[in-house]
């Protein structure tokens, strides 16, 4: 895909992977939508870009359309990224009793309904677009699950539930979208430089630094970002998800 003058969504986009997901689609010729709970934080990105700033809720229907607009108003939408989510960890049953059922729910309506109201929208936008390039390729849908999908942990009930379905929506999503030249992909990554884990102590930082097998880091934002730009070049990669994680495997805790 030739991202010179399309028009690309990506939600999420306040901060970490979104963020740094905007940066590269931009520098890559994208005109960029930043879409994000925090209108300040989407504000912020957008003026860095060159780009448009939405505010929202993933899960809202009305939210994620007026951004889709605004994107449609830069140029042909062939581009969505979902990066929103939220993880609050809690046991299946803790101190203070079982898991709080209103917690699982937000936690599945954000990281699953968000990822599938963003994708369901902008395929349909994405539908009536001309067919481009060699391949007569409409769009691309890249969503975020985590390798919590496979190896969750203690206290990850939720978040590697709702990272599961991610993973679940991708094949299914792929081959119904597969007949009108839209693809769908999603990245599972490993332990990220994000927001969610800035406000560890240094101890904890320090021993996830050692899980990684190669590089021994945790993943950068602009590691997301170039793995979503190599995606976009890569017309066969389609249905798939693939992990970025330094061959890191998590343990049970």
């Known amino acids: 895909m030739d991202l010179q003058g399309i028009a690309a969504l990506v939600t999420g986009g306040g901060s970490g992977l979104g963020a740094a997901t905007a940066e590269a689609l931009a520098a890559a010729g ?3 939508v930043v879409f994000d709970l925090r209108a300040d934080a989407a504000a912020e990105v957008a ?3 060159g780009g448009v700033a939405a505010a929202g809720d993933v899960a ?3 939210a994620v359309a007026a951004a889709l607009d605004a994107a449609a108003a830069l140029g042909p939408l062939r581009l969505a ?3 929103a989510g939220i993880a609050p960890p809690a046991r299946v049953v803790g101190r203070d009793g079982p898991h709080d059922l209103a917690l699982f729910e937000k936690v599945l309506r954000v990281n699953l309904v968000g990822t599938f109201n963003v994708m369901r929208l902008a395929a349909a936008r994405m539908q009536a677009t001309e067919p481009a390039g060699p391949e007569g390729e409409r769009g691309l849908i890249v969503n975020t699950a985590s390798i919590a ?8 009930c939720a978040y590697a539930s709702s990272k599961a379905g991610v993973v679940g929506l991708t094949l299914p999503a792929a081959r119904e979208l597969a007949r009108t030249g839209i693809r769908v992909m999603t990245i599972a990554p490993g332990l990220m ?4 884990l800035a406000g560890l102590p240094d101890p904890a930082r320090e021993a996830l630094l050692r899980l990684p097998l ?3 880091r945790l993943g950068a934002g602009a590691d997301f970002a170039r793995l979503v730009l190599a995606i976009a070049a890569n017309p066969m990669l389609n249905g798939e998800t693939i992990r970025l994680d330094g061959a890191l495997r998590l343990p049970p805790q």
């Open 214 to 216: 190669f590089p021994q």
């Open 30 to 32: 994208a005109r960029v």
């Open 81 to 83: 990224v979902s990066c």
């Open 149 to 156: 999908a496979y190896e969750g942990q203690f206290g990850q």
């Open 60 to 62: 809202d229907p009305a």
């Open 193 to 196: 430089e994000t927001p969610m």
């Open 47 to 49: 003026a860095r870009v």
